[in-house]
């Protein structure tokens, strides 16, 4: 069964920036697209960002412009960097594949970021 170990959430204040980890128990995992999602309180888990293969990325429009998702294949890790964040960020951040393959979740991470 897969591991996937999400880490680097915190508290932050409006406008700063924090950087999350995913590290997943997969091999390969070169070959796997991968995505970032979030689940705030109330609300549906949402993706917010992917990376195919060859390091093709795209995102949500709520975060276009502020998050950059990136990976390291040696490393079985794919990050999120996210800056001038807002308080509407506020939530638990999962990594998964894009299409959800593993049918599991991580614990996740949570960010919180105060106004």
């Known amino acids: 069964q897969v591991q996937l170990v999400e880490s680097g959430g915190g508290l932050v204040q409006a406008g700063g920036s924090l950087r999350l980890s995913c590290v997943a128990s997969?091999?390969?995992?070169?070959?796997?697209?991968m995505g970032w999602y979030r689940q705030a309180p109330g609300k549906q888990r949402e993706l917010v960002a992917g990376?195919?293969?060859?390091?093709?990325?795209n995102y949500a429009d709520s975060v276009k412009g502020r998050f950059t998702i990136s990976r390291d294949n040696a490393k079985n890790t794919v990050y999120l960097q996210m800056n001038s964040l807002k308080p509407e960020d506020t939530a638990v951040y999962y990594c998964?594949?894009?299409?959800?393959?593993?049918?599991?979740w991580g614990q996740g991470t949570q960010v919180t970021v105060s106004s």
């Open positions: 997969v091999r390969p995992f070169s070959i796997i697209n």
């Open positions: 998964n594949a894009l299409d959800l393959r593993w049918g599991s």
């Open positions: 990376i195919g293969l060859g390091g093709i990325t």
